[in-house]
């Protein structure tokens, strides 16, 4: 009998896999993805077989998971950073009603707004929001107003997906709508390429963020009203008493 | 010259966390942590110098394990989940300025709402939010904040610390809060004991979830209004068109 693990690949490479997502892609004959992320793992597993779609094609990808588990073999659907936030989790288990029952396995891996959140240092201790500002999936008014109410919940929030060719001006447009509310100086952050080698970031305060220009590569922080740069660092305090005595 | 890795150890024990965590924690000298954590790793790591606090001595926790750095060790501070996320990265870094400059790093890790959400299936596809319903660092009326402008957002949450021995109330009240706008028969899951072998998930509506007991070592989730149940699982979509044609 089959099975299939749908397994986050972290931030990177293998270095930021867990132990389980390592063992689960050991034990795998057949691994379905992305190209970008498949490339990621070969070196590790050169002896597997690699099954991937272009961008856009996730479907595809899903029932091609799900049809060869079916047949019997230990696939694994590998996302990268979670499987579970903006990933391939939620699809495959829908898709997998249509077919008969198969056994699948979700295995989580470390989000861009931890992994991220870490290269920045403490960036959102506190309670966050983890907002896409891709409106392929999602319209964009929805986007609009989830910005405005976190924002005036005064939540950190990592923003996903804050560019795309398409669309050069979301970060923009975002942030007019959090600098509704929010102060202009409110400490933010931006991480690029997390857990590669060409690794960046960057602190930055709100109205500067405004007119920065961000890739698709890239996750953006914006800070509470209580966070702050501490040396090199982007920090939002919890509340802790921090004093001796 | 010593060094100070701030490791998140994700759900359960060794199997959960990163390769780098790993390897941080195999480089190190000295782990602190929380008692609890530091069990969870004992095994693995024989040989290493262990020191811990008990609960709510958090900080001088950090502070010797900046002290300790300081003095040329290798020091792991040790948290479950991410280190980032209701961790011990903020107040670590805050308290460094302190010093004399020390070397830190933070290591991410895999944070209860991926591994819950994955346990449960694919519980947060879509933006969500995160809170925790600890009103020890946190006023009670901004936590009701967040959880209306939440719930007004149609966010998916993950909520943490959703009971204390003190306040055994608090996710009956928070259930309140987001049935003003949200549907009684939202799908909700809990987890209780995630990545361990104790492991329970259970998924039910809103006004269930009401009524439920919960524990400090549960996570609670709340779906956005598209979220439903697909046979065992707790999944909310994200918009993808899954026909064929």
């Known amino acids: 009998m089959g099975k299939l693990s749908v397994i986050g690949l972290g931030p990177g490479g293998v270095s930021g896999m867990t132990r389980q997502a390592f063992e689960a892609l050991q034990g795998c004959e057949l691994v379905v993805g992305y190209p970008v ?4 793992i070969r070196e590790d597993f050169p002896e597997k077989e690699y099954f991937s779609t272009p961008m856009k094609q996730e479907i595809e990808r899903c029932r091609k998971a799900v049809e060869e588990a079916l047949a019997g073999k230990q696939v694994a659907l590998l996302c990268s950073g979670d499987a579970g936030v903006y990933g391939m989790a939620g699809p495959v288990l829908e898709l997998s009603e249509e077919y ?3 056994e699948i396995e979700v295995i989580s891996g470390v989000t861009a707004a931890c992994a991220g ?3 920045l240092g403490g960036a ?3 309670d966050f929001a983890v907002i896409s500002l891709s409106d392929l999936l999602t319209p964009w ?5 989830r910005l405005s109410l976190a924002a005036q919940g005064d939540f950190c929030i990592a923003l ?3 560019s795309s060719r398409k669309r050069k001006d979301h970060l923009k447009r975002a942030c007019d709508i ?3 509310t929010r102060e202009p100086e409110t400490v933010c952050g931006i991480v690029r390429q997390i857990g590669r080698e060409e690794q960046e970031k960057r602190i930055l305060p709100l109205k500067d963020l405004r007119d920065t220009e961000v890739d698709m590569f890239t996750t953006v922080f914006i800070g509470n009203s209580q966070t702050k740069q501490v040396g090199e660092w982007m920090v939002t305090p919890r509340g802790y008493h921090l004093g001796k005595g």
Chains 1, 2 share one sequence.
């Open 37 to 40: 992320y498949l490339d990621l």
């Open 100 to 102: 008969p029952p198969v």
């Open 117 to 119: 959140a870490a290269v």
């Open 124 to 126: 959102l201790m506190h």
């Open 141 to 145: 008014d929805l986007i609009e107003k």
């Open 160 to 162: 996903y997906n804050p």
């Open 178 to 180: 959090l600098l509704r």
